[in-house]
């Protein structure tokens, strides 16, 4: 399925919406009760991807747009492809770019990324980011609704979907970063590597120093070179529950 993004009539918000803080500047995001809602997931892949400045960036699977959102805030010289096939919540995040000024930076399309390159061509991007779906098809309870569906489970997009599609959008030396569900990190290192995306840099992610990760931030570079790097455990809360410095740093908490 391909498509441009809706056009947004009326007002700015529409039954069942919210406008949500981002809790950085005046940044704010249009969300629905009854669909899938940005976590912490999408908040530090946004950190994690670290876009350039001049980067081409392309969101794959972008929902409500928190993503592409944070990163243009972060980089303002960049530039993002938001992609997301379900039009409503295309339609949400086109408003949402909107209403934080970033039209000039953001360009929402809805679309199935799995088919960009037919609107973008092949190697049109330097970074690719994506928080992918992470309940493996068959392996859990379906959400209720379709937009909870489509983006928590494997039915509609695998993570070979992922790497595959990346490979086709990046340029040579282009990077893909993805969060995941640490125990199943191999498996999408698996794809990343079968679709010659070099996996490069790994930080895991834990609730507490003295709890397994719970998702691993993992970036692969188009037919780049086999060396892993480790980086320092992302810990979440200090021993008393209270937010590390690093989660601090990230929430932007002290800016």
């Given amino acids: ?32 009760a009854d669909a899938f809602r940005f976590g912490t997931d999408a908040v530090l892949l946004a950190d994690f991807a670290s876009a350039r400045c001049g980067d081409r960036v392309v969101d794959m699977g972008t929902g409500t747009g928190v993503i592409s959102i944070l990163m243009a805030s972060r980089q ?36 199935d990324f799995r088919a960009a390159t037919a609107l973008y061509g092949y190697g049109s991007f330097s970074l690719a980011v994506c928080n992918p779906p992470y309940g493996k098809a068959g392996g ?57 995306l070099e996996p490069k840099r790994v930080r895991t992610v834990h609730a507490a ?16 070179g086999s060396m892993l790097h480790w980086m320092p455990p992302l810990i979440l809360n200090n021993a008393d529950g209270s937010p590390t410095a690093e989660w601090k740093r990230i929430y932007r908490v002290d800016e």
Wanted: a neutral charge.
């Fill in 76 to 111: 303002p010289k960049s530039r993002y492809a938001a992609l997301e096939i379900q039009p409503d919540m295309a339609d949400m995040a086109a408003r949402s770019v909107r209403l934080n000024g970033m039209e000039d930076r953001v360009e929402v399309r809805c679309c």
């Fill in 1 to 32: 399925m391909t498509c441009t993004h809706p056009e947004t009539m009326g007002k700015t918000l529409k039954p069942g919406e919210r406008l949500d803080s981002l809790q950085y500047e005046t940044l704010r995001i249009i969300q629905r």
């Fill in 140 to 196: 859990a309870l379906l959400s209720q609704t379709d937009a909870r569906r489509i983006a928590r489970h494997e039915s509609d997009c695998t993570v070979d979907d992922v790497a595959a599609s990346a490979f086709d959008l990046l340029r040579t030396g282009g990077r893909l970063a993805v969060v995941f569900p640490a125990p199943r990190a191999f498996e999408m290192m698996f794809a990343m590597r079968t679709h010659r």
């Fill in 209 to 224: 120093a003295d709890r397994e990760p719970k998702l691993a931030l993992i970036e692969a570079v188009k037919d780049g």
